[in-house]
């Protein structure tokens, strides 16, 4: 079955680095584009980025555009999220998703649990 | 970017009754050459990730009760349950595929009454 799990959460100072990380496995990983969707605290669903399947096209959110790099490694089955220049509105549960293709127009098919960014002083 | 409202904010059921939820983008999911609305309605619960409930606006998950159903086209779209049961309490969110940036309306929790 199809599995996401992310990694790399954790409490960063604003204006600093992280990045995280989601393992996929239980499908055929380098043939499916891959989002990140963040959650702030009691907040909605807001999307972040999208990966091609071959990594060569990205989509970004404007909030995020120019902070956040998104990558994968179709050899280990993991797409990455590299955040830089963290705000506290940055701060929120961030999940990786799976498209349902290779394209940015495809709906979230299967959700990690999330990991929790924490941005504060 | 396409913005995504629903309403209501939220709403209280009785066990067995039915809930209804509307979305509107402001412009047209429609997608002419293929006939399908980008658009999806997710469930979330506690504590838990987002869950897939329908795609396209109308083509249920499989393993999705059948007591969840999508309508509508264009701009305008409705999820309904229609028979509220207990484990259905959640907050559900609509999203728009049809055009990056991706969006989703802000959300309506459901509740018993």
């Known amino acids: 079955q199809v599995q996401l799990v992310e990694s790399g959460g954790g409490v960063v100072q604003p204006g600093g680095s992280l990045r995280l990380s989601c393992a996929a496995s239980?499908?055929?990983?380098?043939?499916?584009?891959m989002h990140w969707v963040r959650q702030a605290p009691g907040k909605g669903l807001e999307w972040v980025t999208f990966?091609?399947?071959?990594?060569?096209?990205?989509f970004y959110a404007d909030s995020v555009k120019g902070r956040f790099t998104v990558s994968r490694d179709n050899s280990r089955n993991t797409v990455s999220l590299e955040m830089t220049g963290l705000r506290t509105d940055d701060t929120a549960v961030y999940y990786c998703?799976?498209?349902?293709?290779?394209?940015?127009?495809?709906?979230?098919?299967?959700w990690g649990q999330g990991t929790l960014v924490t941005v504060s002083s | 970017d396409i913005v995504m409202t629903q309403s209501p904010d939220s709403l209280a059921v009785s066990l067995g009754e039915r809930a209804t939820i509307k979305c509107k983008s402001s412009?047209?999911?429609?997608?002419?050459?293929?006939?399908?609305?980008?658009l999806g309605w997710y469930q979330q619960k506690a504590g838990q990730p987002p869950k897939l409930l329908i795609s396209?606006?109308?083509t249920r998950e499989s393993g999705v009760p059948d007591r969840f159903s999508g309508s509508g086209s264009g701009t305008d779209f409705t999820l309904t349950i229609s028979s509220l049961q207990a484990e259905d309490v959640a907050v559900y969110y609509c999203h728009q595929y049809y055009s990056p940036p991706l969006t989703f309306g802000p959300g309506t929790k459901v509740e018993i009454k």
């Open positions: 396209w606006a109308s």
């Open positions: 412009q047209s999911v429609l997608y002419s050459s293929s006939n399908k609305n980008y």
């Open positions: 998703a799976k498209a349902t293709d290779y394209g940015v127009s495809s709906y979230f098919q299967y």
């Open positions: 239980g499908f055929s990983f380098s043939t499916y584009g």
């Open positions: 990966i091609w399947y071959d990594g060569n096209s990205k």
